[in-house]
């Protein structure tokens, strides 16, 4: 990837280096970290450049379970994603560096000369781009959730609706209920009070 990954790291010890005492470098405590960062470096660039690709790709994955009006936002999702990632990325390098290496340098006592490793390095940086970037993720998540809430909120009150037609033909129903049990008591009651009479006026003429 052009410009290699020497100048890439370069760029990326650029904010720190504009802050260590002259003449002071960065380190390598490793054998192998002279060849293995500025890889890494080369490899973190590939993916902020096919970071739209990785977006677009975990969104496909879920997009058959979506429906059609969320589909629709799968576009404009993929896009402010990524533009907003790189914002908190280069938010970070181009201020965040310069306040907390600037700090750091002013609070070390004059007895320290400064010269960190590159892969110690590669990680704080790597954390805080990180952290940036999903930081600056937050309006997305957001829009998000409020979308899911609102159709839930709309599927909650088609529920509720439901409910309350269904509660009323339950009421309907068990009143109706109500009515033949009470029906069938009566046609018990006058039942026995026929066979009271029959019995009644068969015992008259056995008398007889």
């Known amino acids: 990837m052009y410009p290699g990954p020497g100048p890439l790291y370069d760029l990326l010890a650029a904010p720190l280096v504009a802050h260590l005492p002259v003449g002071a470098t960065l380190i390598a405590t490793s054998v192998i970290s002279p060849f293995m960062v500025p890889l890494k470096i080369l490899l973190m660039s590939a993916f902020l450049m096919a970071l739209p690709v990785v977006l677009y ?3 496909a994955f879920v997009a058959p379970g979506l429906y059609s009006h969320e589909k629709k936002l799968v576009l404009p999702l993929v896009v402010s994603s990524t533009v907003l990632f790189l914002v908190g990325v280069a938010f970070c390098y181009y201020f965040v560096f310069g306040q907390v290496f600037q700090f750091i ?10 010269a960190p490793d590159i892969e110690q390095y590669f990680g704080f940086v790597l954390t805080l781009f990180l952290v940036f970037g999903i930081a600056f993720e937050v309006p997305i998540a957001v829009i998000v959730l409020v979308i899911i809430l609102v159709f839930k909120m709309e599927k909650i009150k088609e529920l509720k609706t439901e409910l309350a037609k269904l509660r009323r033909a339950f009421e309907e129903l068990d009143g109706q209920a109500k009515l033949i049990v009470q029906t069938d008591v009566e046609l018990h009651k006058a039942q026995e009070e026929l066979d009271k009479k029959i019995e009644e006026a068969l015992s008259e003429d056995l008398t007889k």
């Open 57 to 59: 790709q975990a969104w």
């Open 105 to 114: 340098q002013s609070f070390a006592p004059k007895s320290i000369t400064a």
